[in-house]
């Protein structure tokens, strides 16, 4: 948990459906800035608030 919140990681389930922001090198782990994200879903409000500390 600590290094997927100091890394701003992508959790699996915030994937579903992400349109990608920039080409990513296969098998890089993915980070919420890699993605476009829905700010009207909770969990991404949610895990936005968690990153914000």
């Known amino acids: 948990a600590k290094i997927s919140r100091a890394q ?8 579903h459906g992400v349109t990608l922001t920039r ?3 296969k098998g890089t782990t993915l980070r919420m800035a890699d993605v476009v994200l ?8 949610l895990r936005r608030a968690m990153l914000a500390g």
């Open 38 to 45: 829905d700010d009207a879903l909770n969990g991404v409000t």
């Open 8 to 15: 701003a990681l992508l959790p699996i389930g915030l994937a």
């Open 23 to 25: 080409d990513i090198p």
